[in-house]
């Protein structure tokens, strides 16, 4: 199973030297070029300054009885199921910054065999189905592991082709546009396995799920929002606007808990909420 590294390094107080004037000048420059470097010559959104910390927003409650695997990948946390041979949702934050990564998407699907469970890439084939990503690699064009691991087989489910190019993408498309917007979201979406599954392909006995889920939240808004879409495996009538409801709506249909590190007052607003005008109508900071 990956997971995320964390390292820690020590380093040695100097004595002597500078005066503390000097030692606070230097610190101030230090702060002055950070700033410069994130949030003006990067153009995005200065609401990510100095913003309020949540705990981790990826954190989902699964719904019970669920079979689930966590695996913690560079850029993305997945629960995965090991029974149906799809995630259960896959979570991850998207910021402004990581929108204008460079990273050439990866060409090659892979299954993850550390995973019990994961599919492999020949089970779609010559099936009519896409190998659908539910973390999108252009979300990841900021790094080359993070791009290569969003082709693992534990985040991509059987898709129809006109879900996968259609509704679905435009959304993905939207939700970069949000994170320019806001300087970072919060993005949970899968498959939706309480519906009952009647379609299996490949030899691994791929499970194909009847509709998908995406929940959005942009936590350092003024205020904070959130919205969510659900989806048929299909074509969606009516598009993205006809597929927005509420957080609450999706949590009341897949089991799943949301967002439970807010405070309650801010999550019980934000996950009633289904302002999908509003949404649409936000746009990209203007680069400097």
């Given at each position: 199973?990956?997971?995320k590294?964390i390292?820690s390094?020590?380093?040695?107080?100097k004595?002597?030297?500078?005066?503390?004037?000097?030692?606070?000048?230097?610190?101030m420059?230090?702060?002055?070029?950070m700033?410069?470097?994130?949030?003006?010559?990067?153009?995005?959104s200065s609401?990510?300054?100095?913003?309020q910390?949540?705990?981790?927003l990826?954190?989902?409650?699964?719904?019970?009885?669920t079979d689930?695997?966590?695996?913690?990948?560079?850029?993305?946390?997945?629960?995965?199921n090991?029974?149906l041979?799809i995630?259960?949702?896959v979570?991850w934050?998207?910021t402004?910054?990581?929108t204008?990564?460079?990273?050439?998407?990866?060409k090659?699907?892979?299954?993850?065999?550390?995973?019990?469970g994961?599919?492999n890439?020949?089970?779609?084939s010559?099936?009519?189905?896409?190998r659908?990503?539910?973390?999108p690699?252009?979300?990841?064009?900021w790094?080359?592991?993070?791009?290569?691991?969003?082709?693992y087989?534990t985040?991509?489910c059987?898709q129809?082709?006109?879900?996968?190019?259609?509704?679905w993408?435009?959304?993905e498309?939207?939700?970069?546009?949000?994170?320019?917007?806001?300087?970072?979201i919060?993005?949970?979406?899968?498959?939706?396995?309480?519906?009952?599954?009647?379609?299996?392909?490949g030899?691994?006995?791929?499970?194909?799920p009847?509709?998908?889920f995406?929940?959005?939240?942009?936590?350092y808004?003024?205020?904070p929002?959130g919205?969510?879409?659900?989806?048929p495996?299909?074509?969606?009538?009516?598009?993205?606007?006809?597929?927005?409801?509420s957080?609450?709506?999706?949590?009341?249909v897949?089991g799943?808990?949301?967002?439970?590190?807010?405070?309650?007052e801010?999550?019980?607003?934000?996950?009633?909420?289904?302002?999908?005008?509003y949404w649409s109508?936000?746009?990209?900071?203007?680069?400097?």
């Amino acid at each position: 199973m990956a997971k995320k590294k964390i390292t820690s390094t020590k380093r040695k107080k100097k004595t002597g030297g500078k005066s503390p004037l000097t030692i606070f000048s230097w610190l101030m420059l230090i702060a002055i070029a950070m700033f410069i470097t994130h949030y003006v010559i990067g153009g995005c959104s200065s609401s990510y300054v100095g913003r309020q910390s949540y705990g981790s927003l990826e954190k989902v409650i699964t719904a019970p009885n669920t079979d689930e695997t966590i695996v913690n990948y560079k850029a993305m946390t997945i629960s995965f199921n090991s029974k149906l041979h799809i995630p259960n949702w896959v979570a991850w934050e998207l910021t402004c910054q990581e929108t204008d990564g460079k990273e050439p998407r990866a060409k090659k699907f892979l299954c993850d065999e550390d995973v019990p469970g994961c599919a492999n890439d020949w089970d779609y084939s010559y099936t009519g189905y896409d190998r659908g990503h539910m973390a999108p690699a252009a979300d990841m064009k900021w790094d080359e592991e993070a791009m290569r691991q969003s082709f693992y087989m534990t985040n991509i489910c059987p898709q129809a082709g006109s879900l996968n190019s259609g509704a679905w993408k435009r959304l993905e498309d939207k939700c970069r546009t949000w994170a320019q917007a806001d300087s970072a979201i919060t993005i949970i979406c899968g498959p939706i396995t309480t519906d009952k599954i009647k379609e299996h392909i490949g030899d691994s006995r791929v499970a194909v799920p009847q509709r998908f889920f995406k929940v959005i939240v942009s936590p350092y808004a003024n205020p904070p929002r959130g919205i969510g879409f659900i989806m048929p495996n299909a074509k969606v009538p009516g598009g993205m606007q006809a597929a927005a409801v509420s957080i609450d709506s999706v949590e009341a249909v897949t089991g799943h808990d949301f967002f439970s590190v807010l405070p309650d007052e801010i999550e019980n607003d934000i996950e009633s909420q289904c302002k999908f005008h509003y949404w649409s109508t936000l746009k990209p900071k203007k680069r400097k």
